[in-house]
């Protein structure tokens, strides 16, 4: 799920429009409970559907709804669960953080508490390498799209032993080993660009040989959060997100130690704010270096007609 195909469903306009969100057990795939409070929600958003209008008009609706919970996944489970229908689409989404539970009939769907989350999660890209073929995925939380811009997938043929002679390498270096370094060297120039223009944090994903290859010959070091070991080359990307899931937390979790050290520090050397006022008003003024905020921190409101305080 991208912020982009969210922000286009908001703007779906149909009435009714139903959305259906539920937090899941990501720790218990297949129980039973959650089968079953999807189950009374799709009863809850049926019967307010019949109390508003005739059941004739709502039933291919109510078919939607409850063909799309049939369909839902409960072996491979998210933190939370969103089904959003209308009488001409459905849409399900099981997303790497929680939701409360809410069924909501409306002209639009409610997609805030979906955004905010996307919003939250870190976004990635996962380079899977192989010496035959490279694909690099991007993406947020366990949901990847394979990445078709620049060079990528990358597939380079290394030199023949013919057109570079064994005498012109390095003596203690084979023509098997240079093929790797020059195959690699390859896809670390596809990477260039794509990482200079949004970098992101990369998890290598290969067998050893490959990843230990490349972490040689590679510029992007720093980029480089994590790397799983093993052949994925032909693995889709909705297993690739499940299997890069526990480098990422990882990563994320210790982004979030460092922040809040930092912020010790700060708060140690009078260099820190806290407070809603205080904070959006240094904001305005451009002088904010690092928002740490507590996770599910809400704060509803309007802006002030000046744009200076909330």
Known sequence: MLPSELEKLARTHAFPAVTLLLPTQRERPGNAEDRLRLRHLVDRATEELLRGFDRREVAPLVERLNT?????????????????????????FAVPFALPERVVVNER???????????????YRVLVLSAKKSRLLEGSGTDLAESRSGAFPVEVEPPREEDTPHKDLPIHESQREEGYRF???????????IDAASPLPVVLVGVERDLSFFREVTRHGRSIVGQVAGNHVADSPAELGRLVAPAIEAHTAAEASAAVAELREAVGTGRASSGINDVFALAH??????????????????????GRSP
């Open 183 to 193: 195959v690699f060297r390859a896809v670390d120039r596809a990477l260039d660009e």
């Open 285 to 306: 003024e451009g002088r904010g270096r690092r928002l740490v905020v507590e996770e599910d921190y809400r704060y509803p409101a309007h802006i002030s007609g000046d």
């Open 109 to 123: 769907f409610a997609v805030r508490d979906l955004l905010v989350g996307v919003h939250r999660m870190p976004r």
């Open 68 to 92: 799309a919970a049939a369909e839902v996944d409960f072996s491979h489970p998210g933190s939370g669960l969103a089904i959003l229908a209308t009488t001409d689409e459905s849409h399900v």
